[in-house]
Nanobody, 121 residues
């Protein structure tokens, strides 16, 4: 059983910063990719940033230049550094991971429970 546990959300003023963390635990072989999604009230869940095990990263246009994603394979953890936050960044942020249970098997997708980020104006 694999679990993803997020932390680091909270309330911050516009222009401030937050750092989200997500650690994967359980019995598995490797992590292929980790990502952060977010869902604001009344909106669909959207991809914020993704990083693959080889290091390549991709960001949503709305956060490019403000957010940075990083993965520590040794710690099975993904981080999202969020700077210059605006009220439009207010959402529940979800961790997502593509994890292989065994070598040579395709990965399965896992989700965390989400962490609330609220940016006040």
């Amino acid at each position: 059983q694999v679990h993803l546990l997020e932390s680091g959300g909270g309330l911050v003023q516009a222009g401030g910063s937050l750092r989200l963390s997500c650690v994967a635990s359980g019995n598995f072989y490797s992590i292929s990719a980790m990502a952060w999604y977010r869902q604001a009230p009344g909106k669909e869940r959207e991809l914020v940033a993704v990083v693959v095990s080889g290091g390549a990263r991709r960001y949503a246009d709305s956060v490019q230049g403000r957010f940075a994603i990083a993965m520590s394979s040794a710690e099975n953890t993904v981080y999202l550094q969020m700077n210059s936050l605006t009220p439009e960044d207010t959402a529940v942020y979800y961790c997502n991971a593509d994890i292989r249970s065994k070598q040579f098997r395709p990965g399965n997708e896992y989700w965390g429970q989400g962490t609330q980020v609220t940016v006040s104006s």
